[in-house]
C-alpha cells in the first residue's frame, strides 16, 4: 500500500517532532540574545582591565622579575670570569640578549634608557673580563714555560755535577750554580704566589683594585737582574739562562697589562652597578602605580558579574517547563497508542492467526501495518516449498556410500548418515548428540580439532584423514569438511563427507618402506653420487652429494654444468657432470678433474652411467664423484721420497745417480769434466750426543740452506745420510771450479748457526773427485771422494782435499784397522798395561798408570800409537775407554784381595768420553760393581779435552769429582796451559809431560819450564808427577826441583798385571 | 823460535796473568808549562791548580815562568830560555799560558815549526792576532764576564748606574777595552769611561774624575803598573793605591781581586783556563789531531763577595743574593 507521504507531513510523527524542534528553537535564540548582551557587557569590562591595566602590572612584574634575575647572573659572572671557565663568554651573551629583550620590552621610556646606557656598560664589563682572563693566561703561561726552562736548568746543572764529581774535580762552582738555579726557581715561586693572591684579592674585592707597580713586577725586575749573571757559563746552560730571561720578561709585560686591565674592569662593574641599582628602583615606582589601578578593576568586574547571573537563571527555568509540556502532549498521541495497537497485531501472525493487523492511520504507523500483512502472506508459501526439498536431501544422503555427518560447530553430531551408522555400528540415536571425537582415536583429537578450527573462517572448508576403529576393524577415513553459514555469514553447522581409503594408505606405506631402504643405501655410499635427468635436474642425490654441491634431489641445478667435463674447476665455478657427454655415447664413461678451493685444490674422479625411462629412452645419468686427492698426494710423496731425502728433502743416492749419468753423458759430448764433492759434517756426532737428535737435525737443515747458497743452481747437493753431504758439478767451468765451490762452503761455515737459542759452531771435511780424472762411474768417484774427505778431516778438519791414488791405500788401512779393532773389543784382545809411579824422596810405588795394549794372534802387541788415533776418528775409543776402565777397576779389587794395599791406579779418559753423557755414571758403575774406595781410582785428563763443549767437559769433571775419585791433568805445559783450567778442575795432580823431562840435564828451557811447573803446582798444593824419567841425571834433577813423583823407563817400564802382582809382593816384603 | 822455546815463557806469562798487572798503565808524558807571568802570581797559580788536576796523574810537568808582569823587558829572554829546555827535554807536550808568552815563544819558536802540540790559555787578545789556531796550536782564550760582573754588583747596590773601567795600559787592557767597546750596550750600567794607566800617580791624578763621573769600577790586568818610584808593583799593592783614590765599590775580574779587596764580581778563574788547556793537551798527546780541537773561550763564572769590603760599602743585599754567591773575607 502507497502512502502519500507529502499529504500527511503536518499530521505524521515527523511533523509533530519538527514543531517541537522549532518551538524549542525559537526558546532558545530568545535565551542566546539575552546572555550575549549580558557575556559582552562582562568581556568589554574584563578587557578593558586585562588588556590595559593588568597588563602593565603583570609586564612590570615579569620586567622587575627578569631585571632581578639578569643583575644576579651579572653579579654571578663578575664572580667567577677569573675561572676562564669556556661556558663564560656563551653565558655572558645569553645575559645581554635577555638584557636586550626586557629593554625592547618595556614601555616606560625611562626604563628603557637605563636599560640601554646598562646593556652597554655590560657590554664593555664583558669585553674587559674576556681581556683580563686573556692576559691572565698570558702570564699563567708564561709561568709555566720558565718552571720547564728552570726544570732543564736543573737538569743541566744536575748531569754536571755528576759528571764533575765522577772525574774527581772540583764542585764549587757546579754548586754555585746550582745555589743560582734554586734562587730563581724560589723567586719565581714566590711570584707565582703572589699572582694568585693578586687574582684572590680581586675577587674577593675587586673595588681594591689600584694600577701600580706591584709586587710582582717588583720581584720579576729582582729576577731578572740576578739571571743576568747566568750567561756566564757553559752554552747550554747560557741558552737557558736566556731563554728564562726573555719568558721573565713575557711575564712581566703581561702581569703589568693584567694589572691594567683588572682595574678598568673593575671600574666598568662599579657604573654597571650603579646603573642596576638606578633601573630597579624605576621598575619598583611603576608596579607601585599600577598595584593601585588593578584593585579598582577587580572591584568592578565583580559587581557586572554577579547581576548578569540572576538574569540568566530566570530564563533558563522558563525555557525547560514550556519544553517538557509540549514533549509529553506528542508521545502520548502519537507513539504510545499506535504502538500497542501494532504489537498485538504481530503477536497474532506469531500465533498462527490469518487475520490481518487492523491499524486506522495515515501515518508512519498505518504503513508498517500494511507491510506486516503482506509479509505474513509470503513466509506461507516459503514454508511449504522447504518442506519438499528438505524431504529429496534426505533421500540422497541416506542412499550415499560416503559417510555424512552434520555438527554443529562444536563437534556434536547432529545428523549421521545410514552408511555412518553402519560404519561404526551404531544407531542414530546412539550417535546424535555425541561429539565427533567419541569415534577418533587418542592420538588424533588434537589433530581433529586444528582441523575443525580451519572451519570458522574463511574459506570454511577442510580435508583431512584419519585412522579409526570400526566394526571392521581398523579403518582409514579422508574426511571432506564444509562449514554450512548463516545468512550473516557465520558458520552454522559443518557438513562432513567422508571416504575409506583404506586401500589406497596400506598402498602408500609400502612404497614408503621401499624408498627409505634404497635412501639408506644410496646414503651409506661415502662418495657423492647424483642421478640427473637429462635437463640437468637433480632427480636423487644421496648425502655426500648433498654435502659437496650443497644441492638436493628435486632443487635446482646452480652449481652443476652440463657441458662437457672441465679438467679444472675454481670454487666459483659449477661443478662438472658427464650428463652431456654419456647422452651423447649412450654408454658409461669416466674423467677427471681438479678442484680448487680456499683450502687447497682437491683431485676428483667422476664415472656415470646412463639410466632408462619408462619408454625404454636415457632417462639421465647416475654419476658417482671420488676424492682421490689423498690417493695422489700419497702416490706424489712415495715418487718424492723414493728420490729425495725425508729430512733435507735433498736428493737421495738415486737420483743423484741419475743426475750423474746425465751429466757425464753430456760431459762426454761436451768434452768437460764433472765434479764430485764429498761433505762431512766435523763434530756432528758430539753436537748429537750433548745437544739431541732434535737439534742436529734442525742444524742439518739450515747447513743444507748454506751449502745451497754457495753452488750454482745446476748443481746438485744430495744427503747421503747422517752429516754426509755429495755435490755434484755437472760441467766444471771458470766460475764453478770444485776447488772453489769448497772454498765458498768452508767459508759460508765460519759464521756460527743459531739453533733454538744455541750457538753452533761447526764445519766441513771436503773430499773433491773429478770424472774422468778419478774415476769414471758414480760409485768410484764417489768412494774417492769419500777418502779424499777423510784425508781432509785428518788433516785437521775444516778443510778440502783433492783425490789422489794414495789416499785410497789409507782409507783401506783405515777400514781394515776399525774391522779388526771391532773384533778385538769382541775377542778381548785389548788388554791393560800398567806403569808404576815412585815416590822420588822415598823409592817407593805410590801408584800405577794403566796403558791398553792391543794383543793380536797374527801380529803380536801392538802399541796403542797405532790404532788409537783410529780409534778416535771411528768413536771406538769411547767403548775401549769403558773397557780399560772396567778392567782396571777389576784389577784393583784383585791387588787389593792379593797384597791388602790400597793402590792409586790412574785411567786415561778420552775426549770422546768426556763429551758423552753418562761418563759419571759409568764410573760410579765401575767403582761400585767392584767394591773399590773411589780414592783408589784416578782419571787423567788432558787440558785438550776441555776446549771444546767446556761447559759440559767441566760440568761431567766436578761430577767425576763428586764422586771422590782423584783427578790428574796430563800432558801439564803442552797444550794452552790455562790456569783457570787448574782453578775449576782442582785436579790432585799434575804430570809433566815425558818431551819436556827427556831433555832435562841438556836444554835449559825444558829445566825452566819444568822447574816452573813445579814451583807453580806446590804453589796451589798438587802433587807433581814427571813422566818420562830415563835416566839418572833427570831423576837426581827433578829431586833437588822436589818434585814428588816420577814415572818412567828409568824405573819400570809398563808391565802386565801380573808382573805389577810380583812387584807387589817385593814391595811387602821390603816394607 | 820453536813450539818448544815458546813454551819455556808460558809459566812467567801464568804468573804474570796471575798478578795482573796492567803494565802499559806506566807511560807517562812529559809536559812544559810555560807561564808569562811569575810563579807567584795568583793568576798562574789558579792556572797551574787546574792543569795539575787534569794532568798529574798522567804526566811529569816541569814548569817554566817569564816573569813579564814584574820585568816585561826581560821576557823574551826567558822565552829563549824556555825554548832552549823545550828542545832538551822534547816534550809530549806543551801548555802556554797568557797573552806575553804567545808573542815571545809561540809565534817565533813553535807556531808550525814542531809536532809538538802546543795548547795556550789565558790570551786575552783575538787569536787571529797570533796566527792562531795553527797546525800543532790550539787552546783557550780568556775572556772576563764583566756584564755578567756589573749584573751581580746592582743586586747588591741596584742604584748602580754608571761604570768605568781600569787597567793596566797593556796588550791584556787593551783587548779588554776592545771587549768592553764591543758588549757594552748590553751592560745594565752605562759605560762612563775606560781608562788605561801606567802607574798609581796617574790613578791618584784620576781620582776626583772617578769619584765624580763612577758609580762603581771594574778592574782587570792591573798589576805590573809601576808606583811613583818606577817599581812594578803586584795586585794588592795596586789595589791599596786604587782603594785610596776611589771611594765608591770595585769589582774584578778573577777570584783573586776578589779576595784582595774588590766588593764582587762573576770571576773567571784560572782553574778552568788550566784545566780546559790540560785536557785538550791530554788529548792531543793521546792521538787526536790538533786540527781536530777547535779553540775554545772561558765560560764558568763563579760569583764572589767579598763581605768585609761589602760591610765597609754597607751594603745589605737580599739573602738569596747571598745564597748563590761565594763569600770570602779579606785576606789577611
Known sequence: MLIDRNAVTKSTLKGKLLQLISFSVLILLVLASFLTISFNSIRDTTQDVTETKLNQVIANSQTAYDLSRIFSEIDLLSRIFLNRRPDLQQQANQIRQRLFKVETSVNDTRLAQILKTLRGQFDHFVWGFV?????????????????????????????????????????????????????YRESMLRIRALHFEHKGHFIEGHQQIEVSGNKIVHHLDELLLMLQTITASEPRINNVGLEIERLVWQYRDASLSLDFALAELNNRMLDLQESKQLSLELVNSLQAENAQQTELLASRISHLISSSASYVIAAVFATILVLTLFTAHIIRKHINTPMSQLISGIDGIADGKQTNIQLQREDEWGSIADALNKMKDELKSYYSQIQRSEEKYRLLVENQSDLVIEMDMAGQFQ?????????????????IGQHFTTITQPQDKHKIQMHFRELHHDPYQDNFEQQVVTDQGERWLSWHNRAVLSAAGSPQSIIAIGRDVTARKQAEDALERQRRFLRTVIDSVTDPILVLGRDNEILMSNSAADNQYGVHSGIGLPGLASESTPTVVSGDQPYPTLLSEVLELGAPTQALYVHKTDQGQRHHELVASPFEDTHGEIGGIVQVSRDITEKIRSEEKIRFLAHHDALTHLPNRILLRDRFNQAIQYAERAGQKVGVLFLDLDHFKDINDTLGHHIGDLLLKSVVERISASIRKSDTVSRQGGDEFVILIPQIGSSNDPEQVARQILSSMNQALEIEGHQLRTSFSIGISIYPDDGKDFDTLLKNADTAMYAAKKSGRNAYHFYADHLNDHAVERLQINNRLQQALSRDELILYYQPQIDIQSGRLVGLEALVRWQTEDIGLIPPSQFIPYAEESGLIVEIGECALNQACQQINQWHHESGQELVVCVNLSALQLRREGLPKTVAQAIFNNQLRPGQLELELTESMLLTNTKHALSQVKQLKTLGVKLSLDDFGTGYSSLSYLKQIQPNRLKIDRSFVKDLTQDRDDEAIVNAIIQMAHSLNLTVVAEGVETQEQLQWLKQRACDQVQGFYFYKPMPAEAISELLKLEKLSA | ??????????????????????????????????????????????????????????????????????????????????????????????????????????????????????????????????????????????????????????????????????????????????????????????????????????????????????????????????DSAGNPLNHLQVFAALEAAYKGPIIGANKYHVDQGALSAVVKTGQEQGEEAAKLLLKAMQGAPVSELPITRNFRGRRIINITTMERQNINPRPIVLRSASLVSMQK
Not at chain 2, 179 to 205: C, H, M, P, R
Open chain 1, 131 to 183: 681581556d683580563v682572563n686573556r692576559l691572565a693566561t698570558e702570564v699563567e703561561i708564561a709561568d709555566t714555560h720558565i718552571h720547564e726552562q728552570l726544570q732543564q736548568l736543573e737538569r743541566l746543572i744536575s748531569d754536571m755535577l755528576i759528571r764533575t764529581t765522577a772525574e774527581q774535580q772540583p764542585t764549587h762552582y757546579i754548586d754555585q750554580m746550582l745555589s743560582l738555579a734554586t734562587s
Open chain 2, 1 to 226: 823460535m820453536n813450539f818448544k822455546h815458546s813454551l819455556c815463557y808460558l809459566p812467567y806469562l801464568c804468573l804474570a796473568l796471575l798478578l795482573a798487572t796492567p803494565s802499559w798503565a806506566s807511560e807517562r808524558f812529559k809536559v812544559v808549562v810555560v807561564m808569562s807571568y811569575e810563579e807567584n802570581n795568583p793568576w798562574c797559580q789558579e792556572i797551574k791548580q787546574g792543569i795539575d788536576s787534569v794532568l798529574a796523574d798522567t804526566s811529569d810537568i816541569e814548569y817554566i815562568y817569564m816573569d813579564t808582569k814584574v820585568n816585561f823587558a826581560g821576557g823574551q829572554a826567558k822565552a829563549d830560555q824556555a825554548f832552549e829546555r823545550i828542545k832538551q827535554t822534547q816534550p809530549d807536550g806543551i801548555i802556554t799560558a797568557d797573552d806575553n808568552v804567545q808573542k815571545m815563544l809561540v809565534v817565533p819558536y813553535l807556531k808550525n815549526q814542531t809536532q809538538t802540540p802546543v795548547m795556550f790559555c789565558g790570551v786575552n787578545a783575538n787569536p787571529s792576532a797570533y796566527g792562531y789556531p795553527a797546525d800543532n796550536v790550539s787552546g783557550i782564550l780568556e775572556r772576563g764576564h764583566i756584564r755578567e760582573s756589573i749584573a751581580f754588583l746592582k743586586q747588591l747596590k741596584e742604584s748602580i748606574a754608571k761604570v768605568c773601567f781600569l787597567a793596566k795600559d797593556s796588550p791584556s787592557g787593551l783587548a779588554l777595552k776592545r771587549q768592553v767597546k764591543a758588549e757594552e750596550s748590553s751592560y745594565l750600567a752605562k759605560n762612563n769611561g775606560f781608562y788605561l794607566t801606567q802607574s798609581t800617580d796617574q790613578i791618584k791624578q784620576q781620582a776626583d774624575t772617578l769619584n765624580a763621573k763612577c758609580d762603581a769600577i771594574y778592574i782587570d790586568s792591573l798589576e805590573g803598573i809601576m
Open chain 1, 415 to 431: 545428523f549421521v548418515s545410514q552408511t555412518f551408522c553402519q560404519t561404526f555400528g551404531k544407531s542414530k540415536d546412539q550417535l
